[in-house]
T-cell receptor
Framework: AQSVTQLGSHVSVSEGALVLLRCNYS??????LFWYVQYPNQGLQLLLK??????LVKGINGFEAEFKKSETSFHLTKPSAHMSDAAEYFC???????????FGTGTRLLVSP | DSGVTQTPKHLITATGQRVTLRCSPR?????VYWYQQSLDQGLQFLIH???????AKGNILERFSAQQFPDLHSELNLSSLELGDSALYFC????????????FGSGTQLSVL
């Protein structure tokens, strides 16, 4: 079965600082990996996804993530945080075929001025 | 706006009651997924329908049921409600059956008193 572990339920950064949100996955098959963002009082929105091919994936709003098979990781980064990045971020994994999408427990990003 | 519509936005009811949550997917999307989000359980997959047929079941209680109608909208029925059913219920849709990119609605906040 597939699963993801997000390290840190809360991450605090200053505006302009590097954002690093950690995600490790467990999968018995080549995984499809996703990062979703949830702004207050809204549904989840896809930031980026990795299926096959290039291991460095660029998403919306300046975020990117790198798939590292040797480390079973898919960490999300952004070089410079904005106040508008404050939200909850979810890592998710799906196996091949029609398997369900499994979400991590989420990491709340706090951005201070 | 994701294009996925969920009604109602808020629902307050009493224990033992039955409620129906409604979801209209994005135009052209054939898949509908239901998720439950709570503080203690995180984001839990409930059920997936594709073009009217059940595709996958997750941690859905027997007191809960869902269906997808010919016009592709979906309803999630929750019966014999308990305090622990209080949560945010999300509907998501995708084009095909393999949930590569999900579009989420804004959710229905259910409060069982």
């Amino acid at each position: 079965a597939q699963s993801v572990t997000q390290l840190g339920s809360h991450v605090s950064v200053s505006e302009g600082a590097l954002v690093l949100l950690r995600c490790n996955y467990s999968s018995s098959v080549p995984p499809y990996l996703f990062w979703y963002v949830q702004y207050p009082n809204q549904g989840l929105q896809l930031l980026l996804k990795y299926t096959t091919g290039a291991t460095l994936v660029k998403g919306i709003n300046g975020f990117e993530a790198e798939f590292k098979k040797s480390e079973t990781s898919f960490h999300l980064t952004k070089p410079s945080a904005h106040m508008s990045d404050a939200a909850e971020y979810f890592c998710a994994v799906r196996g091949t075929g029609f398997q369900k999408l499994v979400f991590g427990t989420g990491t709340r990003l706090l951005v201070s001025p | 706006d994701s294009g996925v519509t969920q009604t109602p936005k808020h629902l307050i009811t009493a224990t033992g009651q039955r409620v129906t949550l409604r979801c209209s997917p994005r135009s052209g999307d054939l898949s509908v997924y239901w998720y439950q989000q709570s503080l203690d359980q995180g984001l839990q997959f409930l059920i997936h329908y594709y073009n009217g047929e059940e595709r996958a079941k997750g941690n859905i209680l027997e007191r809960f049921s869902a269906q997808q109608f010919p016009d592709l909208h979906s309803e999630l029925n929750l019966s014999s409600l308990e305090l622990g059913d209080s949560a945010l219920y999300f509907c998501a849709s995708s084009v095909g059956p393999a949930n590569e990119k999900l579009f989420f609605g804004s959710g229905t906040q259910l409060s069982v008193l």
